[in-house]
């Protein structure tokens, strides 16, 4: 499926093939879900089984979201702020407001055009089938390329999800990246 995003350009994106990157860096349990704002309501009826209540990416029912919402573990999140990071690295800082996690993530991620993490909140566990040990970030869609590139950069260097274990030793992974010192 590609699509175009509207946040100031033309570029279009193979979501199909971007989540299918992520599951394979992340392994995530649920599918990124793309969301858009609508100027009016009417707008909504043109979509394709739109009472249906997942919503994900790749479905193709959106065109153009304007931003993208990944649920993921703390292990899988750090790993996808790696990948973010890896190219053009910036230092993020996340906020928390308590109950309402849809203005930090999804709404300040509209209102920024800026990744947004947040701790999702009771609504989004009881009624959104969140589970206890997820996070969620909020992303316009141009992100998702870079965040896919570092993925793969981090995976060839030995930084792989998951990451490391308590059977596991880290040697190996530092020796690749860093060199045996």
Sequence with gaps: MTTKNCWNDDTEYDFGE???SL???????ATPVGMKRFREASELEGIHRLRRPPSPLTSGRIDNPDIC?????PGQMITLMNGLQ????KKYTFTC????????SWGNALRTGEPSLSIPCY?????????????LIALPPSYLPQIVEGLATLSRNGLRYPNHGLDKSPLASLAQSYGNR
Excluded: M, P, W
């Design 18 to 20: 971007i989540v299918g």
């Design 23 to 29: 599951n394979q860096y992340l392994r995530l349990r």
């Design 69 to 73: 919402l990944i649920y993921a573990t």
């Design 86 to 89: 890896y190219r053009n690295y």
């Design 97 to 104: 407001v308590g109950e309402s996690a849809c203005a930090d």
């Design 123 to 135: 609504a989004e566990r009881k009624f959104g089938g969140v589970q206890d040990d997820e996070l």
